[in-house]
């Protein structure tokens, strides 16, 4: 969910609807990273993160979404967002549940100028409200999105919204925009995209269920994060330790923390960079120096998630995760990104 400001975007230089543009895609890439899920093996003291839900289980979330900027240690930017979320196990069988996971259409993630959300509003109300529908097993580990083409079918008009509300003063850059965008439509409108970046909290709120976690001693593990061009992952290092645990009330506190390996980092954005300026309309001179600021670049990028979770019925009381970036392209920059997801009563 790191996203960077416009003029980091080293990639689109010629407009402002280009510079919106760069924006989208970076905040696209940034999201398919810290969204893996890594499991224990069980040991003798542990905590099992196992359902135990009923049909018509409903439950509402308060999701916030806080990103700020630094520029030289001062803080340039500053955005949030928050909107309620509901829970409800639509049915339950031996084997697995299904739930709905409904919300109010968060249009801020993408980084649009208000103007353009606006627009959208008024010509897509029906897609203003989100309602998945997935499945999990019989633990309450996340399995699959039900009703995924709906909702790719959702998120394709909205970027081609996006996409005329960009082009009605200028026309002649629809097919530029179109070929740029292309890469992120067909990521957020397949099975596998939607999950990872239309519908991350889910991730967030899945990430412990159906897993069984040592609490004695933290566990260090070696993950790896995909890279959506399809090359090498991104190696990271992570580890998972308790705070409390608290058996009289079935509840506690984990915390996760994950540092991705700097050199993939910047080897992926360095490969993404030049994946999407082969679909800019970019001169000679332009991507000469685009290259050579990226050369100069180097970003860090740390994640920490604390759950507090009723481990019965294994429902979250709160989670919170920070995300961290540190980039330094033509000044040193930092971006904490915090996502919030807070059971109400």
Partial sequence: MFYFAPDEHIFFTKNMNMRILSVILIVVFIQTIFYAQETADQKQETVPFVAYWSLGDSYDFRITKIKKE???GILAREDSSVYIAN??????TATNYKIRWKFKTNLKGFQLPPKIVEKLVQEYPKYMVTEV???TDEFGAFVEIENWEEVALMMKNLFYGVID???EEKPEKREEIERSLQPIIQMYTTK???ALYVLNELALFHFMIGGEFETQKPIIYKDA???MLGGDPIRADGKIYFETVDRDRAFCV???EVDANSKDVNRVIEEFTEYMMKNADLDKKERKKS???LKKSDIEISYVAKFEFYYYPCIPQKIEAVRKIYSKFQDQRKRVETVRIELLD
């Fill in 70 to 72: 630094w520029k030289e």
């Fill in 87 to 92: 829970f409800k196990v639509i049915d339950s």
């Fill in 133 to 135: 529908v997935y499945i």
């Fill in 165 to 167: 509300i960009l082009t």
């Fill in 192 to 194: 596998e995209g939607i």
């Fill in 225 to 227: 994060f995909p890279n």
């Fill in 254 to 256: 984990l915390v996760n």
């Fill in 291 to 293: 290259k050579k600021m």
